[in-house]
Structure formats: structure tokens, C-alpha cells
């Protein structure tokens, strides 16, 4: 790709990546290939409305690391958007420091923060794109603040245009266009002024299930093409399987949970993010049809039911059949997923074993030796 995104550092100053300061993150190795771009530390912001003070964020500490493809999940009001507001610098915290590359951001204003305002990328649900401009002319538009040369503007547009897909379509108007195709035309734009880092603020809310994978795909694409740092925010899990690699969970303005995407997905810890796993991990209520007020039936036969987790090459071996060959028990699956994550396969089921106790017992704990997560759910 002649763009190669060849880092515009004529408009756009790279600073030197250094640890952050005293996070007490695992990433506040100075110099270490995976240091953190972006660092919150203890960030408190709340608003005042004519009702009283609403605590939108509440000692936030994360950090997202170089090259990464960071989510934030939390349902509606969780404060998501005020966390990623806070990354993009619109938002000042009441509290705490913001760091971009290990320079302390949190209070900078006038030329200083427009600067470091360009070395981040931001994508919205409703594209923000301008009507009367034309997809070229909204791409070239942060490049004309940015006082770039009109030729050199010309070149890089039809670059960018390219490389989300839509070289031909640089005379259409928003109007002619599928949200799929503005929400590139809005990648493109983000990323003009060759930012280190994209903010995704819900960008495929709005975007049928199939165009959401292919914006997805697009942004993981352009993530590791331009060694970029992508920070999404969504409500759905489906998102953050799909393309993250880490992902903090959000509630009430505060993260209750983070980690490497599979890890959580494997073991929640949280009830918001189990709730939120349901349907991906197929773990809810026992069905109906094993249950008598919540209790499995029929009372008093020997019968156990387990939730198990395959993650990685587990997955793919036939580790169910083989407890069956080997232990004096029957499986029945009642429910089950199997998917990928990112790019590992995962899967869950919900299994009742039935069986003399200590053969069930034994069956349980073969499971775990092969290396699946096992939970029961109920012993009857
Ligand atoms: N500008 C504002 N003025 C007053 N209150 C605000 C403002 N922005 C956010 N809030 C409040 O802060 C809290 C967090 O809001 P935020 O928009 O960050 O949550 P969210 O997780 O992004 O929600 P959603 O998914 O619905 O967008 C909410 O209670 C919200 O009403």
C-alpha cells in the first residue's frame, strides 16, 4: 500500500514512549516494547445536573498498551462514554492524571492539548460525517486545520480512501452512502492526521450484525497494518470477542473487571459481566425443562450438573466422549456454544452427568484435569 501510512510526522509530533508514571501497572517499565499509550490514574469526573452531582467516573486507573486492541464494556450509564471522552482529552477529570505516552495530558489546553488531541483518532456511532461535504472532502478535513498543502491533502485522501475500501466512492455524499461505507469514510477521517491511537465510541451500534463484523475486521486490519492502538467502547460482548485483546468491564463509573479477553470470557468474576456472558457462555439459570423450582428432577438419582469451559487447543479434542469411554457415566448436553475468540477457539456447555456419585465425581474431576473449567451448577 503506497500510503503505508508512512507516519505523517510533519504535522503530527511523536513523542517518546516511556512507562507511565507510578501506576503500579505491570506496564510501568520504562522502555518495554508492550508500555502503555494511554494511562489513567485514580480519574474521578462527575457532572452537576439540576437533580444533583452524578458521579460519572469514580477512581479509574487502566492503562491501554501499545498496539493493542483495548474494550470497555458497561451497560447504559456505566460511564464509558466519559471514559473514552476522557482518553480523547474532551473531558477533563476532577480527579486523578491522564497520561498519552507517558507525558502527564490532564490539564493542558490551547495549542498543547490540540496537538496531542491529533495523536488521537475518534469514530462515533452516528459517523459525525458532514452532509454537505463529499467523502474526500470530509476525509481532507481535519488535514486543512491541520494546515497540511493542498496536493499533499489530495494524495493522502485518496490514500486513506483506499485503504478503507472506498477509493471509488471519493465524490459521494453522505447521503449516498450505507452507514457501513460513512463509518469508513469516518475511519478514514480519524485517522488523517495519522493518530497512535483510534477511539471507538460505540462505532457499530448502529450497523447491521454483518456490516459490524466487517468494520471490526477493518479495524483489527488497520490496527496491525499501522501498528495502531484502538480503544472501543460497546454494550456488546459480541464486539469485544470479536476483535479485543484486553477489555475492562464498567459499572456505575467504576471498572469491576479486567483482563486478556479469553481470561474473563473463561472466568468472570463480576455478576455485570457474567450477565453480560450469558448468552456467549450459554451459563444461565438451569433450563426449565431439567428444573422443578429451580431444582434439578427428578430428585434422588444420581445426576450432576456441570457448566465446562474448552478454551484454546482443549477445544478441539474430544475430551467429552473420552469421559464417557473411560468413567461408568452418561453425558447429556442441555446447551452449548463453541466459538472463537479473536482468533482461539472457545467453548461452553452444560452438561448433566448422570451416574453411580463417586463415578460422576471422578468424571467431574477429569474434566479438570484435561484442562476445561468446570463449574457445577447442582448436585442432586
Ligand atoms: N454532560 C453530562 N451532563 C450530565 N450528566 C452526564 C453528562 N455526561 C454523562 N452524564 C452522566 O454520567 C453518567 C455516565 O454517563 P456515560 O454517558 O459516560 O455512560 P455510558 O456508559 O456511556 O452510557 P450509554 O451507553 O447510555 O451512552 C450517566 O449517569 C450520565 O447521565
Known sequence: MALALARASSFVPQGPLRG???TGARSSTEGSADA???????VSKSFRTPAGTVPALVGVNLHVRKGEVFGIIGLSGAGKSTLIRTM?????PDEGAVYLDGRDVTHLRGAALRAERRRLGMIFQHFNLLRSRTAAENVALPLEIAGVPRAQIRRRVAELLDLVGLGDRAGAYPSQLSGGQKQRVAIARALATDPAVLLSDEA???LDPQTTRSILALLRDLGRRLGLTIVLVTHEM???RQVCDRVAVMEGGRIVEEGPVLEVFSRPRSAVTRAFLEDLRGDGPLPAWVTVNGKPHPAGEDRRY???TFVGPTAAEPVISRMVRRFAVEANVLRGKVDQIGESPFGALTLELRGAPQD?????????DQGLIVEVLHHA
Open 36 to 42: 502503555a499509550v494511554i494511562v489513567l490514574k485514580n
Open 306 to 308: 456441570v457448566h465446562v
Open 204 to 206: 457499530t451500534s448502529a
Open 360 to 368: 460422576v465425581a471422578r468424571a467431574t474431576e477429569f474434566l479438570t
Open 20 to 22: 507511565p508514571p507510578g
Open 88 to 92: 480523547a482529552l474532551l473531558e477533563q
Open 238 to 240: 459480541d464486539v469485544i
